[in-house]
């Protein structure tokens, strides 16, 4: 028992082996039983409370006066209660689901190893590491012998933005001096369907929003690479240059795959970097029977690859590859003296934080490392595959039954099924202005419905003309066909008389 | 045992609970023997090998097969073996050291969450202790009512980025959508001892490293107000708009506070945006006795903080504060509607992730939060104090001692202590070129032996005119007075025959 002891109490306190020993291990307790009620489907995905429910219902203020090892304990408790279970095997929410237990360990060590990664003295093991499995994924891209350059960053928004910091640079080198005033008016290039983080990283990094240019896309969500062409002659006419086009492998809504030969083709005619954006769909790179999806991504001049998706790698854990050594070195370094000192013992080329736009950057590659060793290529392999198996049992189980309608003919490339779900009062209505604005409320009332059962969850959204429809995405090896077919269940009891 | 247990038995395989549970409690086993070592004085700070030799001496690979969860474990003893101890009493080479269990313990279950902050919807707990965290930091600093906004991000440059990017919008909203062609050239300020972030923003956001001036410092690191206002008027003068000012409360190398009640006047005579980098000071805001050297900080428009410094927070954890409400969401929202559906039935001023660069935000304030509850905010204010008081115990200690010269005059104001250490065989030179070029040897040499012994860690530095001297910083409250005296000797242990 800690109850009487408080943080005081433990290391670095004289003598304080025994209750941090205790804490850690009642801490592990509570931890465990998250775990075990995680993957046990007689458990709510969520205790669905609103923000003046829980703000009211506890005493989450911050204060002068400490609190007792017994109270964090409890705290902790509480804060597990009212989390969203995202390792359970109904939830659907987002790209990133699931609860790996290698991944999870790895983290567990990570945070205890509490170190940096900007040079190799001070994280010596896990800058190794990086190094090495950043030349893995560089050869699964397809790049001969590994050869390139990369880095983890704190998600796929923030990789977008190195390619595109990259890409200008390489064109411009004098911008990281100068400025975008002193160089001509850039346009990059991505679809409609494409993430919002390309138009977000262009606003930051000066080149403003309007230098986006949407492509337009099939009905699948693939880019039309003849449009690509068009916005790309219309740039150069207006006396624009074109610098970058984002080709996406895996889009947000749809799974879409772009075209990448033929974005290839056209960005190397035209001579404009070629980004692939493959946060969502980079784990196919890992199957023999998916990986075709990405063909083409070799030609790509710098790739998004978040492992944190569909690898199932404990967030965050995302990576941009760059098949161009070098190039994230000179584009960001500042040459700060303090922590890069050239004097030092060892081979600087392992002190690899002045490419990263952070200064101080977290460990996020133990936790994909360590699960590759576990499951080895073979097991991430199969995990995606089983997922992709899973979305077209679910396709397969709703595109002909009653009351479903898909928004896409055809069988999903990646695990998002969209869908809507029609009640009975809509059923049999036209498909009109009225129908549509009766639809469109439709999933927003069944996903609160189903937040307050906390029974399951997945994500809706309107996309382009399209109004609100459920987009199913597996990513959460925990999922079986028994999951599928309860999602599909609720879905029907809980919207059957809207 | 679970030694012939693959990672195909846990969780979420059928019946994994038992595997789970014992491979989890092995991995508690290994964290725990790294701690307890951690705080042990008789062990090393850090097992030193060069990269070929940790690359070369262990099997590393990422192979097509499995490991059993025996190999995995060996894996991760071996990692710890050859990590740094940044909570190693001994460890005085960054900024950030030390290990909290509290917040230790709060990472873990953070990494066992394993959401992101992009939504009410999926973190609820945790974006509502973000909230209520970021308030009360506000407070802290002085703004009435904790009145403002903020956000956690990846470490204090990214923070700091943040703070130019709102700060250039503020100015010229325009800049969102058509870039920085669109607007005048834009000069932003900070001194020649600030952290290399202010520039690398700049060459980022498209202002050009051209467009930061750097501001002349006393001998003690400080920026000179007079050569403040000078160069904003001569940028004025060039037709030039000066936009940010950077003032720095804790210089990298000095621990410099910046004077910022004579900044703030400068600012507001000449409508700039006062950002303070109080990356490495913000922590003093926490103490009575210290927070004085902050004064002026409540008239900055941000605030770069970060708690993973000062306060020990595990890595990583920074915020940066604003005091203009709606700024950071104006500037980076893009309305990503598959992801802030205007339709929830919640209050969607929760759903803070549009405010982000980042799309999927890591969990930063879960260790924050339980360390504040743990120590109150009286804990934090003992923790700090004692930092600063052990350093003035090193100064005092080494500033007549033989062999020993201070590169500044007169009391540090933050935990930084800079000196060099004289062998005997330059200790009686005349000071000229010929000595500095002996001396600028001296540190990476003592640093070299210093890894190679593995017994304590200092960082060393040029700075200006001035050649590598030692940069004591002292931010783990492991550290005692005993921990200083044996740094002092090991220096002139390593030393004394150079």
Redesign the interface.
């Known amino acids: 028992m800690v109850s009487d002891n ?3 109490d ?3 306190a004289c003598n ?2 025994g209750v ?2 205790t ?3 009642q ?2 307790d ?3 039983e ?3 009620k995680t ?1 046990d489907r007689s458990t709510k995905v969520i205790d ?5 429910e ?2 009211e219902g506890f005493n ?8 007792t ?1 017994e ?2 304990l409890v ?2 408790r ?3 209660k ?3 279970k ?2 359970h ?1 109904r939830y659907f ?2 790209l ?1 689901t699931g ?1 790996d ?2 991944g ?6 990570t ?6 990664m900007f040079t ?7 800058v ?2 990086e190094y ?2 950043l030349k ?1 994924m560089r050869e699964m891209i397809g790049w001969p012998g590994g050869c390139g350059d990369g880095i983890f960053s ?5 990789s977008n ?1 190195y390619a595109l ?1 990259i890409a200008r640079y390489k064109l411009f080198p004098e ?8 160089i001509p ?1 850039l346009i990059a290039f991505t679809s409609e369907h494409s ?3 390309i ?13 986006v240019v949407l492509i337009k896309c099939d009905v699948r969500g693939k880019i039309i690479p003849a449009d690509l062409e068009r916005r790309i002659l219309e740039a150069k006419q207006k006396g624009f240059v074109p610098f970058f086009v984002n080709a996406t492998a895996g889009t ?2 749809y799974g879409a795959f772009d075209p990448l030969v033929a974005i290839a083709d056209i960005c190397n005619k035209y001579k404009v970097w070629m980004h692939v954006d493959a946060a969502w769909g980079g784990g196919l790179l890992m199957s023999r029977k998916h990986r075709w999806k990405l063909n083409g991504a070799e030609r790509g001049n710098s790739v998004t690859w978040n492992p ?1 998706k569909m690898m199932g790698v ?3 854990c995302s990576a941009l590859l760059v098949r161009e050594e070098g190039l994230l070195q000179n ?2 370094q ?5 922590l890069f ?1 050239p ?5 600087l080329s ?1 002190d690899t934080g002045d490419k ?8 996020d590659i ?1 936790k994909l ?11 991430f392999e199969a995990q995606i595959d089983k997922c992709l198996d899973l979305s077209d049992y679910l396709y397969n189980k709703i595109r002909n039954r009653e009351g479903f309608e898909m928004v896409l003919d055809g069988k999903p490339q990646h695990t998002n099924v969209c869908f809507w779900y029609l009640p009975h009062s809509i059923r049999h209505l036209p498909d009109n202005e009225e129908r549509r604005s009766l639809l469109l ?1 439709v999933a ?1 009332q069944i ?2 419905r189903m ?1 307050s059962f906390g029974t399951t969850m997945v ?5 382009g003309d399209k109004v ?1 429809f459920f ?1 199913m995405v597996i990513s959460n ?2 999922a079986t066909q028994e999951d599928i077919d309860f999602l599909i269940e609720e879905i029907e009891r809980l919207g059957q008389d809207l």
Chains 1, 2 share one sequence.
């Open positions: 408080s943080c005081g433990l290391l670095p304080g082996e941090t020993i804490f850690l291990e801490v592990l509570i931890l465990l998250y775990i075990l993957f669905f409370h609103y923000p003046d829980l703000l989450w203020m911050l204060d002068e006066q400490p609190n090892l109270d964090l705290t902790c509480t804060t597990l009212y989390a969203v995202t390792g095997p929410n987002q990133s609860l237990m290698v999870l360990a790895a983290d567990w060590l945070s205890t190893a509490n170190t940096n190799y003295e001070i994280a010596p093991v896990f190794l590491l090495i499995t893995k704190p998600g796929g928004a923030i933005m910091l911008v990281k001096e100068k400025g975008m005033a002193a008016k993430h919002f983080s138009k977000k990283a262009a606003a930051a990094l000066g080149i403003g929003t309007d230098g947000t809504v944190h404990p967030l965050q584009c960001n500042m040459n700060a003296c303090y000192q004097d030092k013992q060892y081979d392992y990263a736009l952070q200064c101080g950057r977290h460990v133990f490392w360590l699960m590759w060793r576990a499951k080895g290529t073979m097991g409320k927003p996903k609160t937040m994500s809706y959204q309107p996309q609100n987009r090896p925990a």
